[in-house]
């Protein structure tokens, strides 16, 4: 394709709904849409810094839809200091993954977003070690414990800047399509019958919430992506790991992607 203008791609937080994210990237390598810059939060920044350092879709889908085992196990790291999961594990694998790369290593620029937990700011992390910068940025509060990165401690960017077009605009992108995977309006497993579980009801109220606040951070898309996954959302967490969900959310992304492949072929001529 005959691409003129520079196009940044924002891969949004939302755990393993993040695997939506490389059907995305897959479809638009298909369609030999070069992607300039790449910023991301949470799953997004994993997905997303794979994908800056290797350009390699195959490897990407196989350490995001299988070596479901590895990361189980990698969970399995139990702290009751700052969170239920202290993280060594999972810096581990990680580095077994992305190794000891640094974001001057990446073939596609890279940035990801992080919390600054004591400053309550957003941190983009631009330089240095990747995998400490992706540890921060996916670290839910409560959850992972917070993420020492020089002298400062860190939680899910996810809290401030979900879905960061804003950050791949300022890298010098004209074209930004962005990958939003909080949409509480397609949620098909809340009802009525839920109303009296007090978790069930605190869940769904931290859906709407983020829902609401990745939608206030739009503002520099051209292009959204909302993934429908109504049929995929109950029990996530649980499916992903018996591997019933993996593939189909890649498929997902794949789908939506075709949706608008040709209005985003026209906008970067």
């Not at 909302?226 to 499916?239: F, G, L, T």
Request: aromatic share 8%; with cysteine; net charge positive.
């Amino acid at each position: 394709m005959s691409q003129q203008k520079k196009f940044g791609l924002a891969l949004g937080s939302g755990g393993p709904k993040g695997l939506v994210h490389v059907g995305v990237i897959k479809e638009l390598v298909k369609n030999d849409i070069r992607i300039d810059f790449i910023a991301g939060t949470s799953i997004g920044a994993w997905v997303g810094a794979h994908y800056a350092l290797f350009q390699d879709v195959k490897s990407l889908e196989e350490i995001t839809v299988g070596r479901r085992k590895e990361k189980f196990f990698a969970l399995l790291d139990v702290t009751l200091k700052g969170g239920l999961i202290y993280g060594d594990k999972v810096r581990k694998i990680l580095t077994g993954w992305l190794n000891d790369s640094k974001f001057s290593d990446t073939k596609i620029p890279f940035r990801c977003v992080a919390t600054d937990l004591i400053a309550g700011k957003e941190k983009i992390f631009s330089r240095g070690l990747i995998v400490p910068a992706i540890q921060a940025s996916m670290a839910v509060p409560s959850l992972f414990r917070p993420v020492l990165v020089d002298n400062s401690y860190y939680v899910d960017g996810g809290l401030i800047n979900p879905v960061p077009d804003d950050v791949v605009r300022k890298m010098g992108a004209d074209v930004v399509l962005a990958i939003n995977l909080d949409n509480c309006q397609t949620k098909k497993g809340f009802n009525l019958k839920n109303i009296s579980s007090i978790s069930r009801v605190a869940n769904r109220s931290m859906e709407i919430l983020r829902h609401h606040l990745a939608e206030a951070t739009l503002s520099n898309s051209d292009f959204v992506i909302r993934p429908q996954m109504k049929d995929v959302e109950i029990s996530i967490w649980k499916d992903y790991f018996l591997g019933k969900y993996g593939p189909e959310l890649v498929r997902i992304g794949e789908r939506e992607t075709r949706k608008i492949i040709n209005d985003l072929k026209k906008a970067l001529k």
